[in-house]
């Protein structure tokens, strides 16, 4: 059986690795595993056994020019970068408002693959895989309302919604996006495979440490909806009561300006382009995680933060609900409470008993969460399917 896969980009992404570990494992299954993309770099993952196939998009005289300049410029100043002209061109071109038309060079696309099921992964794709007249047509939903209007704005709001009309069959990642989904089709078939860790990376790696300050990690985003001011806050007036050091994973520039808009008062490390075996060493040399989100389709950070043996301070972002429950893995506070928030960091700080009930609770949740349980779920779901 052929399986494609369809990306617009394979560049670093959350949604982008859980295709990348599904497609690994299906191929370990014995099933020919194809992914379909556009653009993008899938270096960053190391040890995917599946062929990518690119196809850059067809641009119009605009867009060709811009291309040619960014190669030469990228040949000047970025001989190091890797991020390639076609990624930073679509940067380009989304601020000059053209749009190159994704959706049908897509579907002409997969048309050249006689795949017997073709898996949409986002809701241009969707529509691409849809005009394509694939055989069987999946729908990986990983996507949320919050995430596809910050990045796409009410248009791109109202054709995700669109998107979840189609008669797809859908595997989703959590509860939440189900509903998602089932709001806007109600008699579709969906199957739930949440995301999984891999506990041979992530999982406890105790460093003892030289200063006496409390270590607090966060990730910085910079999108509205992943809560990065919240966190700011949080560490700002938890540090006024316990001395704190900050584990900070996320750009330096975007620290830099958040240190001149929100003020950072307390000491920090910024680790930046982590890969799995340094990001599982930094959640274990914290004391404490803190993730302030206001919306995630699932939300994977805490749960790693969990396999690590990492006490977990977070929001209810909706998508955690399945694994995150407050008092027994972690302490949940509503989106934007910064009051709750600090609140329950400084509990986690400072009683040793709730550290090491959260520690114990967590460590077994995270045990539930394995991508050898998402390949069984995905896969009983493309079964059902099969005549």
Same mark, same amino acid.
């Given at each position: 059986?052929?399986?494609?896969?369809?990306?617009?980009?394979?560049?670093?992404?959350?949604?982008?690795?859980?295709?990348?570990?599904?497609?690994?494992?299906?191929?370990?299954?014995?099933?020919?595993?194809?992914?379909?993309?556009?653009?993008?770099?899938?270096?960053?993952?190391?040890?995917?056994?599946?062929?990518?196939?690119?196809?850059?998009?067809?641009?119009?005289?605009?867009?060709?020019?811009?291309?040619?300049?960014?190669?030469?410029?990228?040949?000047?100043?970025?001989?190091?970068?890797?991020?390639?002209?076609?990624?930073?061109?679509?940067?380009?071109?989304?601020?000059?408002?053209?749009?190159?038309?994704?959706?049908?060079?897509?579907?002409?696309?997969?048309?050249?693959?006689?795949?017997?099921?073709?898996?949409?992964?986002?809701?241009?794709?969707?529509?691409?895989?849809?005009?394509?007249?694939?055989?069987?047509?999946?729908?990986?939903?990983?996507?949320?309302?919050?995430?596809?209007?910050?990045?796409?704005?009410?248009?791109?709001?109202? &054709?995700?919604?669109?998107?979840?009309?189609?008669?797809?069959?859908?595997?989703?990642?959590?509860?939440?996006?189900?509903?998602?989904?089932?709001?806007?089709?109600?008699?579709?078939?969906?199957?739930?495979?949440?995301?999984?860790?891999?506990?041979?990376?992530?999982?406890?790696?105790?460093?003892?440490?030289?200063?006496?300050?409390?270590?607090? &990690?966060?990730?910085?985003?910079?999108?509205?909806?992943?809560?990065?001011?919240?966190?700011?806050?949080?560490?700002?007036?938890?540090?006024?009561?316990?001395?704190?050091?900050?584990?900070?994973?996320?750009?330096?520039?975007?620290?830099?300006?958040?240190?001149?808009?929100?003020?950072?008062?307390?000491?920090?490390?910024?680790?930046?382009?982590?890969?799995?075996?340094?990001?599982?060493?930094?959640?274990?040399?914290?004391?404490?995680?803190?993730?302030?989100?206001?919306?995630?389709?699932?939300?994977?950070?805490?749960?790693?933060? &969990?396999?690590?043996?990492?006490?977990?301070?977070?929001?209810?972002?909706?998508?955690?609900?399945?694994?995150?429950?407050?008092?027994?893995?972690?302490?949940?506070?509503?989106?934007?409470?910064?009051?709750?928030?600090?609140?329950?960091?400084?509990?986690?700080?400072?009683?040793?008993?709730?550290?090491?009930?959260?520690?114990?609770?967590?460590?077994?949740?995270?045990?539930?969460?394995?991508?050898?349980?998402?390949?069984?779920?995905?896969?009983?779901?493309?079964?059902?399917?099969?005549?």
């Amino acid at each position: 059986m052929m399986i494609s896969f369809v990306l617009v980009s394979t560049s670093l992404a959350g949604g982008v690795r859980y295709v990348f570990e599904v497609a690994n494992g299906l191929k370990n299954r014995g099933y020919n595993v194809k992914i379909l993309s556009l653009a993008g770099d899938h270096s960053w993952f190391k040890g995917l056994k599946v062929e990518v196939v690119y196809k850059e998009p067809i641009m119009n005289k605009i867009s060709k020019t811009l291309y040619n300049l960014y190669k030469v410029y990228n040949l000047i100043k970025l001989k190091n970068s890797k991020i390639k002209p076609y990624d930073s061109l679509l940067i380009f071109n989304s601020l000059l408002g053209i749009k190159s038309d994704l959706v049908t060079e897509l579907a002409e696309f997969i048309q050249n693959f006689d795949s017997d099921i073709t898996i949409a992964t986002y809701y241009l794709t969707a529509f691409s895989v849809w005009f394509s007249q694939s055989k069987r047509p999946f729908y990986l939903m990983q996507d949320f309302p919050e995430l596809v209007e910050n990045n796409e704005g009410k248009i791109g709001l109202n &054709m995700f919604k669109l998107s979840l009309k189609l008669p797809f069959s859908f595997v989703t990642v959590s509860s939440y996006t189900k509903q998602l989904i089932l709001d806007n089709n109600p008699t579709a078939r969906v199957t739930i495979a949440n995301p999984g860790v891999n506990l041979e990376v992530f999982r406890p790696k105790r460093e003892l440490q030289n200063d006496n300050k409390r270590r607090v &990690m966060l990730i910085l985003r910079g999108q509205k909806q992943k809560g990065d001011n919240i966190g700011l806050e949080v560490l700002k007036i938890v540090n006024k009561k316990i001395p704190i050091h900050a584990i900070i994973v996320g750009s330096k520039n975007l620290v830099k300006t958040y240190s001149k808009t929100i003020g950072i008062d307390f000491s920090y490390t910024v680790f930046s382009n982590v890969d799995d075996e340094k990001l599982s060493r930094l959640y274990s040399s914290a004391d404490a995680f803190i993730f302030t989100s206001y919306a995630e389709s699932f939300g994977l950070p805490p749960l790693e933060a &969990m396999a690590c043996g990492t006490p977990v301070v977070m929001s209810d972002n909706k998508g955690s609900r399945d694994y995150a429950v407050n008092g027994y893995n972690a302490l949940v506070s509503q989106p934007g409470d910064v009051k709750s928030l600090s609140d329950n960091l400084i509990k986690v700080l400072q009683d040793d008993k709730l550290r090491e009930k959260l520690i114990e609770n967590g460590l077994e949740t995270a045990k539930r969460f394995t991508w050898s349980s998402t390949v069984n779920n995905f896969e009983k779901a493309l079964r059902e399917e099969i005549p």
